[in-house]
C-alpha cells in the first residue's frame, strides 16, 4: 500500500483532480497511451464536477511509477486483471475516495509531517502556477476544469502579489540595462 499511496501524490502533483476522479481512474477509460510513449489522464464531461473534460499529460517519471505499480500490485492488493488503478482489494470497483484521501494525508503526515489533504494539491498546482505566471488565471482555470474565469479568480486573486512585482521590478532592471 504504500507505494500506491505514492502514486496517488505523484498523480496528485502533475494531475490536480478532485480526489474522487484520482480514485475513479479506470484503466482503460482514463489512462490514454497513443502509443508514442506518451500517456495522457483523460476525463470526460460527465465525470468531473464542473461537467467539464479535463486532460493532463503524465510526465514519463509518474508513468513508469503506475506502470511499475501495475506489475506489482497482484495477487497482493487485487485479482489480476482488475481494470481501476486504485481499486478496492476485491478488484470489483474503485477504492473509496474518502479512503484514498484519508491514506494520502497519513502517507504526508508521515513522511514530512505536513497537515495536506488531497484537495490541497489542486491549491498547490494553482499557486504555483500564479507565481511563476502572475495573472495566468486563464490556463489556472483550464488546469482546475473550472466553468468560469471568475470563479478561478474569486479563488485565488492575491497569491501572485509577490510574483506579479518581482516580474515588474525585472521588467525595469531590463530596460534600464538597453538604455
Given at each position: 500500500?504504500p507505494r500506491e499511496?505514492?502514486?496517488?501524490?505523484?498523480?496528485?502533483?502533475?494531475?490536480?483532480?478532485r480526489v474522487k476522479?484520482?480514485?475513479?481512474?479506470?484503466?482503460?477509460?482514463h489512462l490514454?497511451?497513443?502509443?508514442?510513449?506518451?500517456?495522457y489522464l483523460?476525463?470526460e464531461?460527465?465525470e468531473?464536477?464542473?461537467?467539464?473534460?479535463v486532460e493532463f499529460?503524465?510526465p514519463?517519471?509518474?508513468?513508469?511509477?503506475?506502470?511499475?505499480?501495475?506489475k506489482s500490485r497482484c495477487p497482493?492488493?487485487?485479482?489480476?486483471g482488475t481494470?481501476?488503478l486504485?481499486p478496492r482489494?476485491?478488484?470489483?470497483?474503485?477504492v473509496d475516495?474518502?479512503?484514498?484521501s484519508?491514506?494520502?494525508?497519513?502517507?504526508?503526515?508521515k513522511?514530512?509531517?505536513?497537515e495536506?489533504?488531497?484537495?490541497l494539491?489542486?491549491?498547490?498546482?494553482?499557486?504555483?502556477?500564479?507565481?511563476?505566471n502572475?495573472?495566468?488565471?486563464?490556463?489556472?482555470?483550464?488546469?482546475?476544469?473550472?466553468?468560469?474565469?471568475?470563479?478561478?479568480?474569486n479563488m485565488?486573486?492575491?497569491?501572485?502579489a509577490r510574483?506579479?512585482?518581482?516580474?515588474f521590478a525585472d521588467?525595469?532592471d531590463?530596460?534600464?540595462?538597453?538604455?
Open positions: 500500500m499511496n505514492a502514486l496517488a501524490i505523484a498523480i496528485l502533483l502533475v494531475c490536480p483532480v476522479n484520482l480514485a475513479d481512474i479506470h484503466l482503460e477509460r490514454h497511451r497513443p502509443g508514442d510513449g506518451r500517456a483523460v476525463l464531461d460527465g468531473t464536477k464542473n461537467e467539464r473534460p499529460e503524465i514519463r517519471d509518474v508513468l513508469r511509477m503506475i506502470d511499475v505499480y501495475l497482493e492488493l487485487c485479482p489480476a481494470p481501476w486504485f482489494r476485491d478488484g470489483q470497483h474503485s475516495s474518502g479512503v484514498l484519508t491514506r494520502v494525508s497519513k502517507r504526508i503526515r513522511e514530512t509531517g505536513l495536506m489533504n488531497a484537495h494539491f489542486r491549491h498547490f498546482a494553482v499557486m504555483n502556477w500564479l507565481d511563476a502572475p495573472g495566468g488565471y486563464e490556463v489556472a482555470r483550464r488546469l482546475l476544469g473550472h466553468s468560469e474565469v471568475s470563479h478561478t479568480i485565488y486573486s492575491g497569491l501572485e510574483s506579479a512585482t518581482r516580474a521588467l525595469i531590463a530596460k534600464k540595462g538597453r538604455r
